[in-house]
């Protein structure tokens, strides 16, 4: 079965200091990584799909990387608007459609 | 224009009423999928549709039944509703491997 473990659970940043979110994750043959955005009270974002190792995408402040095991979400200079939930997901070769989501990351940017 | 919409916003409601959430994507995608999120944000599916086919029932009880009139529809119907049935209920769309979801439907059970 597909898993997605996510770390930090909460992270804590002052505007303008980088830092990056982990997600680690066993799949049986991996269809797709997305990372997700979601703010209080709305559905998730959209923001990158990654397909396989070594591949990166980018996206404002944004930068996602992918390797066989896990991927990160590197963020650059936050700001406060950058401040939600960030949730990865995965897509297994052997669930049609079904995409296993982790926990999520709730970052806060301060001021 | 919103591409997946979802009615109603919230829904509050008594224990064992019967109720319906309603989706419709305008993006032209041929799957839909219904997701529960419970208090602990955790997102989780429930079913999946490709042109109207049920493709995925994960393990839901048969209180919950999905229809998809067409393509661009999919709803979700809830019978005798539990108390643990409390959570936000996301649609989604897809044409290839990315999923787009809706706002989310707050169901409050009483």
């Known amino acids: 079965e597909d898993q997605v473990t996510q770390s930090p659970e909460a992270l804590r940043l002052q505007e303008g200091e980088s830092s990056s979110l982990n997600c680690s994750y066993t799949v049986s043959g991996l269809r797709g990584l997305f990372w997700y955005r979601q703010d209080p009270g709305k559905g998730p974002e959209f923001l990158f799909t990654?397909?396989?190792a070594g591949e990166e995408k980018e996206k404002e402040r944004l930068k996602a990387t992918l390797t066989k095991k896990e991927s990160f979400l590197h963020i650059t200079a936050p700001k406060p608007e950058d401040s939600a939930t960030y949730l990865c997901a995965v897509h297994g070769g052997a669930s049609y459609g079904k995409l296993t989501f982790g926990q999520g990351t709730i970052l806060t940017v301060h001021p | 224009d919103t591409a997946v919409s979802q009615t109603p916003k919230y829904l509050v409601t008594q224990m064992g009423n019967d109720k319906s959430i309603k989706c419709e994507q305008n993006l032209g995608h041929d799957t839909m999928y219904w997701y529960k999120q419970d208090s602990k944000k955790f997102l989780k599916i429930m079913f999946s549709?490709?042109?109207?086919?049920?493709?995925i029932n994960e393990t839901v009880p048969n209180r919950f039944s999905p229809k998809s009139p067409d393509k661009a529809h999919l709803n979700l119907h809830i019978n005798s509703l539990e108390l643990g049935d409390s959570a936000v209920y996301f649609c989604?769309?897809?044409?290839?491997?990315?999923?787009?979801f809706g706002p989310g439907t707050r169901l409050l059970v009483l």
């Open positions: 989604a769309s897809s044409q290839d491997e990315t999923q787009y």
């Open positions: 549709y490709n042109n109207k086919e049920l493709i």
């Open positions: 990654l397909y396989s």
